[in-house]
């Protein structure tokens, strides 16, 4: 057990790190050396990289972690449920997830676990903890309840920590979503079960949502008092499976969470706009998102099928990141 792990808790309880792998490169060698001196084990599944990153994994092992290597790419979902189940979590115990990016701070885990740990003395049905800002945006509602907690709205799944007791009641990640919105689902999985979603106030996860491109409008660049006005664009085989998650969580959570789903959906109707304005072709993005939305109504689900892969292949933006 190391110091910091010792640190932060309580009788027989461990401390887990799951961290998602996909054609890794040493930033991951360095952020596993960064969490592994936070808990007791870290474990890091890669999803189905293929034998040319043989040798970073080795390296992530002499880092301090357990790898378990997939035979093929399953997403996001199928990763993390394979190190959950690798941790083979007691009911007490406590596990965060991470994206193989995430470089975590000194004493980032220790916060999560005291919020955590003040939420169960409060006599919260404890859920889930997340930090109050990842990738510089804020993931907190509004106002505080009457213990005084902060709860969160709808946290990235890098950073967030559950216990062994939650996976067990709440069950695990949905495999057949892949890859978007998977942590959206859980989050609202574990409210309409009454359990408590809080952050820990003040703490921050640095990260990279997609790339960050200049907004522009006729080909200038828009300014808004001297600042360059951005945005985030993921890669177009990105928006097939956005199209078809938002679809498919709309359908089964919105009698439970109209309000944060109604604002959620007329922002991402906002965002596929401007992705139209960049993509190139244009007729390309919008048959992924198209295809997204009707495989999300039809059911179909898993891994995007070959034609769709084929056509977001052809999609590129019309301008450069920053």
């Not at 808990?39 to 189905?48: A, I, M, S, T």
């Not at 990289?49 to 040798?55: I, K, L, Q, V």
């Not at 969470?257 to 959906?265: F, I, K, M, R």
Request: aromatic share 6%.
């Amino acid at each position: 057990m190391t110091a910091g792990a010792a640190a932060t808790q309580g009788a027989g309880r461990r401390l887990i790190a799951v961290v998602s792998s996909f054609r890794p490169t040493d930033e991951l060698v360095r952020n596993v050396g960064l969490i592994a001196g936070q808990v007791d084990e870290v474990v890091v599944v890669d999803d189905g990289s293929g034998p040319d990153y043989g040798a970073v994994l080795d390296h992530v092992r002499a880092a301090g972690a357990r790898v378990v290597a997939l035979a093929e790419n399953q997403g996001i979902a199928a990763a993390l449920n394979a190190g959950l189940r690798e941790a083979a979590l007691a009911p007490e115990d406590l596990v965060v997830t991470f994206d193989q990016d995430s470089t975590v701070p000194e004493g980032f885990i220790a916060a999560l676990v005291a919020q955590w740990d003040a939420g169960v003395r409060a006599g919260l049905a404890m859920g889930m903890v997340s930090p109050e800002s990842f990738a510089g945006l804020r993931q907190v509602l509004r106002g505080a309840d009457e213990h005084g907690f902060r709860h969160s709205r709808e946290p990235i799944q890098s950073g967030s920590l559950v216990s062994g007791e939650v996976l067990a009641a709440a069950g695990y990640q949905r495999e057949e979503l892949f890859i978007d919105l998977v942590d959206i689902e859980y989050y609202l999985r574990l409210k309409r079960l009454g359990r408590a979603c809080l952050v820990a106030p003040g703490l921050v996860l640095p990260h990279e949502l997609g790339r960050t491109y200049p907004f522009t409008l006729l080909g200038r660049r828009i300014r808004l008092s001297g600042r360059q006005l951005t945005l985030s664009l993921s890669t177009p085989f990105r928006y097939y499976y956005r199209a078809r998650s938002r679809v498919v969580i709309n359908r089964e959570y919105w009698r439970s969470d109209p309000a944060l789903l109604s604002v959620d959906t007329l922002r991402e109707i906002q965002h596929v706009l401007l992705v139209g304005l960049y993509a190139q072709p244009r007729g390309a993005i919008a048959r992924v998102i198209a295809r997204g939305l009707r495989d999300g109504w039809r059911g179909r689900m898993g891994k995007m099928p070959d034609d769709v892969a084929q056509t977001a292949a052809r999609v590129s933006w019309r301008i450069d990141p920053l």
